[in-house]
């Protein structure tokens, strides 16, 4: 069981209960090209963790029956899946929605020369980390090297299309916070990324998602190395906005792990809490097939407090009103 979870599974946070499923956020695997020290998943090169193409043909069959919207994908770096883009061909022509979650570096990887093409000819939506505008912030929290790395890839990106006003090729990129802090207004940053990005390379993109750091894995563990971990957990807590409890991702989302086992989000799976609010043992996608889990109790813990801080924070960014109405305009 993971380090952190002591700290975490006692809580007061309120009880959330699952709405109509549209989205299931598959996770593909833990190996990737970086190691950044704000991943809840811990990924890095020398993960080996990867999803079969059975558990795949599994999440297909599951997606078809339930009449899934949108297929997330993300990792490690779910392009280093040796099925990555196989999934992609037969999830978009069953008409589902596919969004990747890239790092953007994997672009400029070998072998990799063409995924960006690959990802504008399927229709792919990106979904791209990049924490800040600035390359010594970048480079401080995903390694020396990422920012050039990440703009080379953004810019194969706005050729194909990503980005641009009527292409339909949508590309997003995500902020996090360097440190044990609240991410700031998602709309007001989103100005500020989308003038800079354009000013200093000439750069577009779609949208801004403004997410907050979860205490958990590396993050959790440096907060706690640094004698950080309860007053970050305090700032969670006394940001929480009961408001956002309607927009949280595990009302409308659920997560897959690599073997086919579920959980209510990411962040659960990252700390093995296995799905709904009863029972200890674990649920595999095979056992969903016929089932639907509207009402269904979400088992939380105290890093829950993480998505309902502030403006709340989730895959989507900003669960605030104002954020999310951007959002549907945007898109």
């Not at 979870?5 to 809580?11: A, N, Y």
């Not at 919207?69 to 196989?86: K, V």
């Not at 895959?315 to 549907?328: E, H, N, R, V």
């Given at each position: 069981m993971h380090d952190?979870?002591?700290?975490l599974?006692?809580?007061d946070f309120p009880t959330v209960?699952?709405?109509?499923?549209?989205?299931?956020?598959?996770?593909?695997?833990y190996?990737c090209?970086?190691s950044c020290?704000h991943?809840?998943v811990?990924?890095g090169?020398?993960r080996?963790e990867?999803?079969n193409?059975?558990?795949m043909?599994l999440?297909?069959?599951y997606?078809s029956?339930?009449?899934?919207?949108?297929?997330?994908?993300?990792?490690?770096?779910?392009?280093?899946?040796?099925?990555f883009r196989?999934?992609?061909?037969h999830a978009?022509?069953?008409?589902v929605?596919?969004?990747?979650?890239?790092?953007?570096?994997?672009?400029?990887e070998?072998?990799q020369?063409d995924?960006a093409?690959?990802?504008?000819?399927h229709?792919?939506?990106?979904?791209?980390s990049?924490?800040?505008?600035?390359?010594?912030?970048v480079?401080?929290?995903?390694?020396?090297?990422?920012?050039?790395?990440?703009?080379?890839?953004?810019?194969?990106l706005n050729?194909?299309g990503y980005?641009?006003?009527?292409s339909?090729l949508?590309?997003?990129l995500v902020?996090?916070p360097?440190?044990?802090v609240?991410?700031?207004d998602?709309?007001?940053?989103?100005d500020?990324?989308?003038?800079e990005?354009a000013?200093?390379?000439g750069?577009?993109?779609?949208?801004?998602?403004a997410?907050a750091n979860?205490?958990?894995?590396?993050?959790g563990?440096?907060?706690?190395?640094?004698?950080?971990?309860?007053?970050?957990?305090?700032?969670?807590k006394?940001?929480?906005?009961?408001?956002?409890?309607?927009?949280?991702?595990?009302?409308?989302?659920?997560?897959?792990?690599?073997?086919?086992?579920v959980?209510?989000?990411?962040?659960?799976q990252m700390l093995?809490?296995?799905?709904g609010?009863?029972?200890?043992g674990?649920?595999?996608?095979t056992e969903l097939?016929?089932r639907?889990?509207i009402?269904a109790r979400v088992?939380?813990?105290?890093?829950?407090y993480g998505?309902?801080?502030?403006?709340g924070?989730s895959?989507?960014?900003a669960?605030?009103a104002?954020?999310?109405?951007?959002a549907?305009?945007?898109?």
């Amino acid at each position: 069981m993971h380090d952190m979870l002591p700290l975490l599974v006692k809580t007061d946070f309120p009880t959330v209960y699952r709405d109509r499923l549209e989205t299931v956020q598959a996770n593909l695997g833990y190996r990737c090209n970086q190691s950044c020290i704000h991943c809840h998943v811990a990924a890095g090169p020398q993960r080996t963790e990867t999803m079969n193409w059975e558990t795949m043909g599994l999440l297909l069959r599951y997606v078809s029956a339930r009449g899934i919207a949108a297929l997330d994908l993300t990792g490690g770096a779910p392009e280093l899946n040796p099925h990555f883009r196989a999934l992609v061909a037969h999830a978009r022509r069953q008409g589902v929605h596919v969004v990747d979650r890239c790092n953007l570096t994997i672009l400029n990887e070998p072998d990799q020369e063409d995924l960006a093409t690959f990802l504008a000819n399927h229709a792919v939506e990106i979904t791209a980390s990049l924490p800040c505008y600035l390359e010594e912030n970048v480079d401080q929290q995903r390694g020396k090297g990422v920012f050039e790395a990440s703009l080379a890839g953004l810019r194969q990106l706005n050729a194909l299309g990503y980005g641009q006003p009527g292409s339909g090729l949508i590309v997003n990129l995500v902020y996090n916070p360097l440190g044990p802090v609240l991410p700031p207004d998602q709309i007001g940053l989103e100005d500020a990324y989308k003038h800079e990005l354009a000013a200093r390379y000439g750069i577009v993109f779609n949208r801004l998602l403004a997410l907050a750091n979860m205490p958990i894995q590396r993050f959790g563990s440096q907060l706690v190395s640094k004698g950080q971990f309860k007053p970050y957990m305090a700032l969670l807590k006394s940001a929480h906005r009961d408001e956002n409890l309607a927009a949280v991702m595990c009302r409308n989302l659920i997560s897959v792990d690599w073997q086919g086992y579920v959980y209510d989000c990411d962040f659960n799976q990252m700390l093995q809490l296995p799905l709904g609010a009863n029972g200890p043992g674990r649920t595999h996608l095979t056992e969903l097939l016929d089932r639907e889990p509207i009402g269904a109790r979400v088992r939380v813990a105290d890093h829950c407090y993480g998505c309902t801080a502030g403006q709340g924070s989730s895959c989507g960014g900003a669960l605030d009103a104002a954020s999310m109405s951007l959002a549907k305009v945007a898109a």
